[in-house]
């Protein structure tokens, strides 16, 4: 897990150093910085992976874009991002110089460093003449001559797993395909059936959770169906029954995935990446109040939190909202849960700050104040000036 993650010169961010948990929430006005500090941990992936260009980015989950370099007053184009991240006895720490404005050429590693407590694993200094292939990581070579039990390999392995969820409604509906496809679950939702299959011996349960958080539900269920104008004519489907719908004799209608709302569908996706034992170690999702109403969101972020703290993996998730009942849900007496106020500051520089869940309670008008309500009136940060 990561304890502590440094981020410098990287899009909207000048310098910003983050305490860790193991859920960690993100608050702030839209175009604050909160997708950039997504995207800055997906390159970090990256460069644990081996390598860091436009393709390995977006598979990532981060936006095709076409500027990681500071674009403020005072940075050139020699600029460099240095990115690390530290976790136990493990760190992996790179300086990396990204390809100029509008370029999709491979990111080059000026220097990598991957160490445990006996000492570096990996040492490249920058550009000593010893390493030909700048666009090539070292770490990921050497992980392949480490033991896979030995901490910091795990360490190393999660971090180059690392992916940005962001449901889309038409993959989850099945009218196209997930660009990004994934076991357990494509990142924009993709392969949905056949993961809530997978964790069939958890549909009873979901089912009651379901019923609990949607008046109209029934149940749902998986199946497997047939199509011979598809290649493969074999596929899989969820269902969901309405319970106001008629029953008649001989007859039952249901709701398909192309018919039901995109909360219930959303539901299906965030049980998967709670529940299945597939789903990543270390993830995020970007939005994860999508398509839900705010009381549903609140006790969604309640349910998440509960399955990613009792997961005995240790699981670690970043996640960004702009859904104030999203807060309420959160377990506000437990410090392995984080949650960060993301700002502009006057320069235009990211500025994020972790909330002292404690301290902001006790300086509450009275007990009526919400954490919800607290940050909508602006007392605790990450609200725009408008």
Same mark, same amino acid.
């Given at each position: 897990? &990561?304890?502590?993650?440094? &981020?410098?010169?990287?899009?909207?961010?000048q310098?910003?150093?983050?305490?860790?948990?193991?859920?960690n929430?993100?608050?702030?006005?839209?175009?604050?910085?909160k997708? @950039?500090?997504?995207?800055?941990?997906?390159?970090?992936?990256?460069?644990?992976?081996?390598?860091?260009?436009?393709?390995?980015?977006?598979?990532?989950?981060?936006?095709?874009?076409?500027f990681?370099r500071?674009?403020?007053?005072?940075?050139?184009?020699?600029?460099?991002?240095?990115?690390?991240?530290?976790?136990?006895?493990?760190?992996?720490?790179v300086t990396?110089?990204?390809?100029?404005?509008?370029?999709?050429?491979?990111?080059?590693?000026?220097?990598?460093?991957?160490?445990?407590?006996?000492?570096?694993?990996?040492?490249?200094?920058?550009?000593?003449?010893?390493?030909?292939?700048?666009?090539?990581?070292?770490?990921?070579?050497?992980?392949?001559?480490?033991?896979?039990? @030995?901490?910091?390999s &795990?360490?190393?392995?999660?971090?180059? $797993?690392?992916?940005?969820?962001?449901?889309?409604?038409?993959?989850?509906?099945?009218?196209?395909? $997930?660009?990004?496809?994934?076991?357990?679950?494509?990142?924009?939702?993709?392969?949905?059936?056949?993961?809530?299959?997978?964790?069939?011996?958890?549909?009873g349960?979901?089912?009651?959770?379901?019923?609990?958080?949607?008046?109209?539900?029934?149940?749902?269920?998986?199946?497997?169906?047939?199509?011979?104008?598809?290649?493969?004519?074999?596929?899989?489907?969820?269902?969901?029954?309405?319970?106001?719908?008629?029953?008649?004799?001989?007859?039952?209608?249901?709701?398909?995935?192309?018919?039901?709302?995109?909360?219930?569908?959303?539901?299906?996706?965030?049980?998967?990446?709670?529940?299945?034992?597939?789903?990543?170690?270390?993830?995020? &999702?970007?939005?994860?109040?999508?398509?839900?109403?705010?009381?549903?969101?609140?006790?969604?972020?309640?349910?998440?939190?509960?399955?990613?703290?009792?997961?005995?993996?240790?699981?670690?998730?970043?996640?960004?909202?702009? @859904?104030?009942?999203?807060?309420?849900?959160l377990?506000?007496?437990?410090?392995?849960?984080?949650?960060?106020?993301?700002?502009?500051?006057?320069?235009?520089?990211?500025?994020?700050?972790?909330?002292?869940?404690e301290?902001?309670?006790?300086?509450?008008?009275?007990?009526?104040?919400?954490?919800?309500?607290?940050?909508?009136?602006g007392?605790?940060?990450?609200?725009? @000036?408008?």
């Amino acid at each position: 897990m &990561i304890e502590t993650l440094t &981020i410098e010169s990287f899009k909207s961010i000048q310098s910003v150093t983050l305490d860790l948990g193991q859920v960690n929430v993100f608050i702030g006005a839209n175009g604050s910085g909160k997708s @950039n500090l997504l995207e800055a941990l997906a390159v970090l992936s990256a460069a644990a992976s081996g390598k860091v260009d436009q393709s390995t980015l977006v598979w990532r989950g981060c936006r095709a874009s076409k500027f990681f370099r500071p674009m403020f007053e005072g940075y050139g184009d020699d600029a460099v991002t240095r990115l690390m991240a530290k976790g136990g006895s493990t760190s992996y720490d790179v300086t990396l110089e990204s390809p100029s404005p509008g370029r999709s050429l491979p990111w080059g590693f000026q220097i990598e460093r991957w160490a445990q407590a006996g000492g570096p694993l990996v040492d490249r200094p920058d550009r000593d003449g010893q390493h030909t292939d700048y666009q090539a990581g070292l770490a990921a070579l050497r992980l392949a001559d480490t033991l896979p039990d @030995n901490p910091a390999s &795990i360490f190393l392995k999660s971090l180059a $797993d690392f992916s940005i969820y962001s449901a889309d409604i038409a993959v989850l509906q099945g009218r196209v395909s $997930d660009t990004q496809e994934r076991e357990p679950v494509g990142l924009s939702g993709g392969r949905l059936a056949e993961a809530l299959v997978e964790i069939k011996h958890f549909e009873g349960t979901l089912n009651e959770e379901f019923s609990a958080c949607l008046d109209w539900f029934s149940r749902f269920f998986t199946f497997i169906g047939a199509d011979l104008e598809r290649k493969n004519p074999i596929f899989h489907g969820i269902a969901f029954d309405d319970r106001f719908f008629r029953k008649t004799e001989g007859r039952w209608y249901y709701l398909g995935a192309g018919d039901v709302n995109e909360g219930a569908l959303y539901l299906t996706f965030l049980a998967v990446l709670g529940l299945h034992p597939l789903a990543p170690k270390l993830f995020a &999702i970007e939005n994860v109040d999508q398509g839900l109403n705010p009381l549903l969101a609140k006790r969604l972020m309640s349910t998440l939190t509960e399955r990613i703290l009792a997961d005995e993996r240790k699981r670690q998730v970043f996640l960004t909202t702009h @859904n104030p009942l999203v807060l309420d849900g959160l377990p506000l007496g437990d410090d392995r849960v984080r949650l960060f106020t993301v700002d502009r500051d006057n320069k235009g520089h990211t500025v994020v700050q972790r909330i002292d869940l404690e301290r902001a309670l006790k300086a509450r008008p009275n007990d009526e104040w919400t954490l919800s309500r607290m940050w909508v009136n602006g007392l605790i940060g990450g609200v725009p @000036n408008v």
